[in-house]
Every structure is written in C-alpha cells, then in structure tokens.
C-alpha cells in the first residue's frame, strides 16, 4: 500500500506539471527504487520514530534518497521536512551545493527556513557560507536576517549585521 501511495504521490506530481505544461511527455513520472520507497514509508509516519542515522542505514545512498524525496514526494507534506531535517543532520558537507540552492531559490523558501533555524548544528565554514548567501542572494533577505540573528553562534549572529544588497535593477 505504501509504494502505491509513494507512486501516487509522485505521480500526482509529474500529472500537475504535466497539465501545466503539455509538451511533457506522460513518461515523465518517476518511480522511487526499492529504498527510496522504505525511507519514505518510514518517514511518513505521523510521529518521527526513527532517527536519521537508522534512516540512513536503510539506503546504499542515503543522501540521494532524501534528495529524491524532498524533490518527488508531496504526500504526507512532511516527508520532504524530515528528509531535509536529515540533510542538514547528517550529510550538510557532500549537500553544499543543493544546500546553497536551497537559500537561494524562491521556490525552496520552507528548505531555506529550515536551513536558518538549524545553523548551529551545521558545521560552522557551511553554516556562515548558506547565511551569507540567504541573505545576499536569496528571495527574503529580512526574513531570513531575523533568523540568523537567533542564532547562539557568535560568528553567525554578527551575520545578520551585513549590509542588504538590492537585486540587480531594484
């Protein structure tokens, strides 16, 4: 039943872009892999029961996995959280670049959030270079500024100091 409702899900997702745009082609949904379908069935749950290293024992590629999912499932909403809470928990150094993409796009503004609030666990090189870019070039610098002053980490407090920068043509 829980691979039905991941396919579902992930299905509802390629359908939407699909109607959106009707040069897709219907190949276009994806199927999770035997894993992928595990780490979500145990995500989905209702109450966290599993922590993010026992998740990560259930993938060969455990950061792939979450990647899939934050990207493909919609269905429970918190399943793309929980994998990104793991991201950031356990694989923020191999994440950089998608981490980066997370404080910098509009689309991703619930990862960029997240990303804020876990600061001070992150690794302190990565957690000054995703304030810097939420705030210099993502979409809601003031906002993302109110977070990072919260922060109990000095070195990322004093961030919430730097100047804004106006996007080009503003």
């Not at 026992?54 to 793309?80: C, K, N, R």
């Amino acid at each position: 039943m829980t691979r039905t409702l991941l396919a579902l899900s992930l299905l509802l997702c390629g359908t939407t872009a699909a109607a959106a745009d009707s040069s897709v082609a219907d190949s276009s949904a994806v199927t999770p892999n035997a894993e992928q379908e595990a780490v979500y069935k145990a995500l989905s749950m209702r109450h966290d029961t599993l922590s993010c290293d026992q998740l990560d024992a259930m993938s060969s590629d455990p950061l792939g996995t979450y990647l899939f999912l934050i990207e493909h499932a919609e269905q429970p909403a918190w399943v793309g959280m929980r994998a990104a809470s793991c991201v950031l928990e356990n694989h923020a150094q191999a994440a950089q670049p998608e981490l980066q993409r997370w404080v910098s796009s509009s689309d991703t503004r619930g990862l960029a959030i997240l990303a804020m609030d876990r600061l001070d666990s992150l690794p302190l090189e990565i957690a000054q270079d995703l304030a810097t870019r939420a705030l210099t070039d993502g979409p809601d610098p003031e906002g993302m500024r109110k977070r990072i002053a919260k922060s109990t980490v000095p070195e990322l407090a004093a961030l919430a100091n730097l100047p804004l920068t106006q996007p080009a043509g503003q």
